[in-house]
């Protein structure tokens, strides 16, 4: 498609746009009494309006039954994460039994970690992506010398080549078969949230369960982002949060992927609380752990409902557009974002760079664009004049045109926006 960087361009994308109408589903910030264009939506997902009364009625519910809420709330406590398994299935490609909802996301990986990290003396390394998300890069070395190993020798980074700001698949290959058989995990992000790269998952997964290892992916910027085939690329487990592109509200609830053959393994070690407990024993209070069988079978405590509440608000509407149109839309939209970035770049000469790969496959909703020169007298610019993006050192901003409430006037508007910005340097 021949774009063009006008508004009525931009708004004739719009109207043709089945998605466009979600806008209004979502309350945004105002700046100068005008709703921002919201960027960081890969950061934390706007409050959808529909939720809110999926927190009323938790909290009716509790106000008239109390107690009884666990078993004759209008959606029943007691199993509440069992409405996630249809629609959260559909966004990550598993089978219902393979997902669950619960905790919080680096407390999920720590928790999948005592399955499918138990080193031994000859098969301890894990493979994650140089410059992981901090807190993974902590709990991976954290779970390391929990079992007695040294991280700096169990931890085998892929690097980005010399000059290149992503990383080749071929690469994470190589390192995969040159590791070999002392790989016990292949630990990476799906999509890196730096710089917005999704990861040949399937190719990663083939090649580190050819090894013999274990492969899990953190799914934090891919959940809700990107199509996952879980179940068919044969992960072994995965976690994400809810409150990047899933909407569902500040440091909130947790999902989770493990895959159906280890649902019955009795070997596979795990922390355990009563409501992994077999459902219908839970309550006889029985001194011996008989798990649920599927993702449930690792849940702990009993569920925080109110925070489940806005998770289950934002799965819903998920499942009513579907991923395939989201994506279309999540293409274009990008695609048109940097578009319009190009055009600024020809009309003022600004020198930035998007370091995100170029290749549509090898994106999502997000380009981080390297600002060269005075890149933080330029975002606080922005900032000021109703663009929410996020900075990050040295000189990044990160831009994720979220498919499900940004629309292509916004990022015509942000064109306009930025040129002014830089030309008033
Ligand atoms: C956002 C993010 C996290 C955050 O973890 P929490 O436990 O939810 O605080 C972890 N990993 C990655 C890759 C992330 O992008």
Request: contains cysteine.
């Amino acid at each position: 498609m021949i774009f063009e960087n006008t508004r009525a361009f931009a708004q004739q994308l719009d109207s043709q746009d089945p998605l466009h109408k979600y806008r209004n589903e979502f309350y945004f910030p105002e700046v100068n009494n005008k709703k921002v264009i919201y960027f960081t939506g890969n950061s934390l997902g706007l409050q959808p309006k529909r939720t809110k009364a999926y927190i009323d009625e938790i909290m009716n519910d509790w106000a008239n039954l109390a107690v009884e809420g666990h078993f004759y709330a209008k959606k029943p406590w007691w199993d509440y994460q069992e409405r996630f398994a249809e629609p959260l299935s559909k966004i990550v490609g598993a089978k219902p039994s393979e997902v669950t909802v619960m905790n919080t996301l680096t407390v999920n990986l720590h928790l999948l970690m005592v399955s499918f990290y138990r080193p031994t003396k000859t098969r301890f390394k894990i493979i994650c992506e140089e410059k992981a998300f901090p807190s993974d890069q902590y709990m991976l070395q954290s779970q390391i010398r929990f079992h007695g190993f040294n991280p700096d020798e169990a931890i085998v980074e892929i690097k980005r080549r010399e000059g290149e700001h992503n990383i080749r698949t071929e690469d994470v290959i190589a390192k995969i078969d040159e590791v070999g058989e002392e790989l016990a995990l292949v630990l990476i992000g799906g999509v890196n949230y730096y710089t917005g790269q999704v990861f040949d998952m399937k190719a990663i997964t083939a090649a580190g369960k050819a090894v013999g290892a274990y492969v899990g992916w953190d799914l934090a910027h891919a959940a809700g982002n990107v199509k996952l085939e879980l179940h068919d690329w044969d992960v072994d487990f995965a976690a994400w949060c809810s409150y990047k592109y899933m909407n569902s509200g500040p440091g909130n609830a947790s999902g989770c992927f493990v895959h159906e053959k280890h649902h019955n393994n009795p070997d596979l070690p795990r922390f355990a609380g009563w409501w992994g407990h077999n459902k219908e024993r839970r309550f006889k209070m029985e001194p011996d752990f008989d798990p649920v069988q599927g993702a449930d079978g690792w849940q702990i405590s009993n569920l925080p409902v109110l925070s489940l509440a806005p998770y289950l608000a934002s799965v819903e509407m998920f499942a009513e557009i579907g991923m395939e149109a989201l994506i279309e839309k999540r293409d274009k939209i990008t695609a048109y974002l940097e578009f319009i970035l190009h055009e600024i770049d020809k009309e003022v000469d600004s020198n930035f760079e998007i370091i995100t790969p170029s290749n549509p496959a090898e994106r999502a909703s997000q380009l981080s664009v390297f600002l060269h020169g005075e890149g933080r007298s330029l975002f606080d610019y922005l900032m000021k004049n109703g663009v929410i993006t996020d900075w990050r050192e040295p000189n990044v901003i990160r831009l994720a045109p979220v498919p499900l409430y940004c629309s292509f006037e916004d990022m015509y508007h942000f064109g306009q926006i930025l040129k002014k910005g830089i030309l008033e340097k």
